[in-house]
Nanobody
Framework: QLQLVESGGGSVQPGGSLRLSCAAS????????IAWFRQAPGKEREGVSC????????YYLDSVKGRFTISRDNAKKMVYLQMNSLKPEDTAVYYC??????????????????WGKGTPVTVSS
């Protein structure tokens, strides 16, 4: 059973940066593709980024391409989301999620098996 805990959220001005972290426990991280999702008030949860098990590939939502970077350190059981040039529309609760074992990356929440509790990000002047 994989457990995920997010950290690093907070309040930042437009144009600022934040680095979100996702700490995994309970199982080796190598088995799982890991994704970041976000959910703004009144909106559906959307896939922001995903990274494959072996760092071989990644996915980004169009609106964050060039601004966000996902990375992982399997030895440390950590996944990161570096967010630069933040915009007010990036405001949301950000969730770390994992697929089932050996599954490929996905942008769809329904394909995720494990979820963290989320960390809030507010971008406002």
């Amino acid at each position: 059973q994989l457990q995920l805990v997010e950290s690093g959220g907070g309040s930042v001005q437009p144009g600022g940066s934040l680095r979100l972290s996702c700490a995994a426990s309970g199982s080796t991280l190598d088995y799982y593709a890991i994704a970041w999702f976000r959910q703004a008030p009144g909106k559906e949860r959307e896939g922001v980024s995903c990274i494959s098990r072996s760092n071989g590939g990644s996915y980004y939502l169009d609106s964050v391409k060039g601004r966000f970077t996902i990375s992982r350190d399997n030895a440390k059981k950590m996944v990161y989301l570096q967010m630069n040039s933040l915009k007010p529309e990036d405001t949301a609760v950000y969730y770390c999620a994992a697929t089932s074992r050996w599954a490929a990356c996905s942008a769809y929440a329904r394909t995720m098996t494990y979820w963290g509790k989320g960390t809030p990000v507010t971008v406002s002047s």
